[in-house]
């Protein structure tokens, strides 16, 4: 059984800070690895993805790939309350065979 | 560019019906996958289609089936609906280009919420 595992939170950090999101999983074979963030009440919208070990910059947004721990994360610079949300970690396991692994999410809240 | 689009949003079942949703992709992409969306258990995986062939099937009953036109747009249909069904259905669309598998990189309709009562 393919696992990702989220702290569910909530993560709250104050306005201006630096917000850290850290995501687990357990297939070694693990590819690719996706970040999306979801409002409340509406769908999942990717924002970060990472294939290759280290870090990838976008922004306010760094997605940091570590394949030897299993461990993704996602710092996000300058948090705003405008990133308050869900923010799920994503897996491809199996070149997609088994469509992307969810963990079922981070609710970060950046208070003003 | 239109995004993707899911109908119904909303729709209220009972025990024992069957229910079809329907998903128009983002022009040009010719993959759509189809997640499920509980509290429970967070998005789940239910299939993948790609230029009207159904390349990936995640773990899920075969009360759960889905095809794929050929304008790329798809349905899916739950039968014989179970109280556990009621869920967030979403679908997504990608290019779907990188070989013989979806990339990750998804593009998420609003979902249709299933109640099942």
């Known amino acids: 059984q393919k696992e990702v595992e989220q702290n569910s939170g909530p993560l709250s950090v104050p306005e201006g800070a630096i917000a850290s999101l850290n995501c687990t999983y357990s297939?070694?074979?693990?590819?690719?690895f996706f970040w999306y963030r979801q409002y409340s009440g509406k769908s999942p919208e990717l924002i970060m993805f990472?294939?290759?070990?280290g870090d990838k910059e976008d922004g306010r947004f760094t997605a940091q790939l570590n394949k030897a721990s299993q461990y993704v994360s996602l710092l996000i610079r300058d948090s705003q309350p405008s990133d308050s949300a869900t923010y799920l970690c994503?897996?491809?396991?199996?070149?997609?065979?088994?469509?992307?692994?969810f963990g079922k999410g981070t609710h970060l809240i950046i208070q003003p | 560019k239109a995004g993707v689009t899911q109908t119904p949003r909303y729709l209220i079942k009972t025990r024992g019906q069957q229910v079809t949703l329907s998903c128009s992709p983002i022009?040009?992409?010719?993959?759509v996958s189809w997640y499920q969306q509980t509290p429970g258990q967070g998005l789940q995986f239910l299939f993948e289609?790609?230029?009207?062939?159904?390349?990936n099937k995640g773990n899920f009953p075969g009360r759960f089936s889905g095809r794929q036109f050929s304008n790329s747009r798809s349905e899916m249909n739950v039968s014989t609906l179970e109280l556990g069904d009621s869920a967030l259905y979403l679908c997504?669309?990608?290019?779907?280009?990188?070989?013989?598998?979806?990339?990750?990189?998804?593009?998420f309709g609003e979902g249709s919420r299933l109640t099942v009562l």
């Open positions: 994503a897996v491809d396991s199996g070149g997609g065979a088994d469509g992307l692994t």
């Open positions: 289609y790609f230029s009207e062939t159904q390349r």
């Open positions: 297939d070694r074979g693990s590819q690719s």
């Open positions: 022009s040009g992409h010719r993959s």
């Open positions: 997504a669309s990608s290019s779907g280009t990188s070989g013989n598998y979806v990339t990750g990189e998804l593009f």
């Open positions: 990472i294939y290759s070990n």
